[in-house]
């Protein structure tokens, strides 16, 4: 019985090298979108909101993502700066769960991502009032044909609405699959970025 509930990663203090170690192995493993994440804030009345995002860096500093801060998550982003992420990969049968607070990445992070991301995308960000009623379409496209032939012949630079956002972990779960459900679940918290991490194992 024992065989079915351990595991090597139960062994680790490490969070973030454990994540980094996860996340190579979902990357070469998962067909779609290893870096897929559902993202959790809560909006200005206490309501929690939910969406998939992608996660474009990970490291001891914290989780980064990017998005429009007009956005619905970018207004509760900035009246409550806190969320919560998971990230589960089927094909591996494990799940991370992060949560913390939330600060901007630098302009100069901001302006590296956007630069490598592709020209389309580049343009779309330009184009979307992202989160605000569309009438049609049709409306989007036509925006995104003035805001390319804006910038036709030019580098497109990130606009000022458009920015990333890096959760700093005081608490990071990891769950794997086991047998029977006898997974394995390991939690990491700490008080504040810093501080030293205390870990626990949880029942499935």
């Known amino acids: 019985m024992t065989g079915l509930i351990s595991g090597d990663f139960t062994e680790s203090t490490d969070p973030f090298g454990l994540f980094a170690a996860w996340f190579a192995e979902a990357k070469a493993a998962e067909i779609n979108d290893p870096e897929a994440m559902a993202l959790a804030t809560v909006d200005p009345s206490g309501l929690p909101d939910v969406r998939m995002v992608l996660l474009k860096d990970a490291d001891a500093r914290g989780f980064v993502f990017y998005t429009n801060d007009e956005s619905a998550k970018g207004a509760e982003l900035s009246s409550m700066p806190k969320a919560a992420l998971v990230l589960h990969w089927k094909s591996l049968r494990r799940q991370v769960r992060v949560r913390g607070p939330v600060e901007r990445v630098s302009a100069a992070e901001a302006d590296a991502y956007f630069a490598s991301r592709s020209r389309p995308s580049q343009l779309g960000a330009w184009a979307s009032e992202q989160s605000r009623p569309l ?70």
Not at 135 to 151: G, H, P, S, V
């Open 135 to 204: 009438d049609a379409r049709a409306t989007f496209e036509a925006r995104y044909a003035a805001i390319e032939k804006r910038f036709d012949g030019k580098d497109v630079p990130r606009p000022a609405h458009w920015g990333g956002y890096r959760i700093v972990p005081v608490q990071i779960e990891f769950w794997m699959d086991r047998p029977y459900r006898l997974h394995d679940r390991i939690r990491f918290t700490r008080e504040s970025a810093g501080a030293a991490w205390q870990k626990t194992r949880l029942y499935p």
